[in-house]
């Protein structure tokens, strides 16, 4: 079956930097655009960042916009978040989602698998 797995997450001051990866396996990775998602509590779930298969196009949320990068790696099935110039607001638990829509999706619901989470601590 189709695997997410996140890992990086954890605790960092203000103005540090985290870079979070998501391993995926049970699904044929080049043809899937991957984004990242957060979720803060009492919030809804907010759009980070997403790529395309080939790597060569990605967008970005507003609020991090200039501060996280996004990348894949396809010869390990792997999708990255470099997140530098962290905030306190950068707080949440941050999930990674796979896709099968060419263009580059930043609602939810146009993603089909998810992983599990990794947390996100940013403190003041």
């Known amino acids: 079956q189709v695997q997410l797995v996140e890992s990086g997450g954890g605790l960092v001051q203000a103005g540090g930097s985290l870079r979070l990866s998501c391993a995926a396996s049970?699904?044929?990775?080049?043809?899937?655009?991957m984004g990242w998602f957060r979720q803060a509590p009492g919030k809804e779930r907010e759009f980070v960042a997403a790529i395309r298969s080939s790597g060569g196009s990605t967008a970005y949320g507003d609020s991090v916009k200039g501060r996280f990068t996004i990348s894949r790696d396809n010869t390990k099935n792997t999708i990255y978040l470099q997140m530098n110039s962290l905030k306190p607001e950068d707080t949440a638990v941050y999930y990674c989602?796979?896709?099968?829509?060419?263009?580059?999706?930043?609602?939810?619901?146009?993603?089909?698998?998810w992983g599990q989470g990794t947390q996100v601590t940013v403190s003041s």
């Open positions: 049970g699904l044929t990775f080049v043809r899937y655009t």
């Open positions: 989602a796979a896709s099968l829509r060419v263009a580059l999706p930043i609602v939810d619901k146009e993603y089909v698998h």
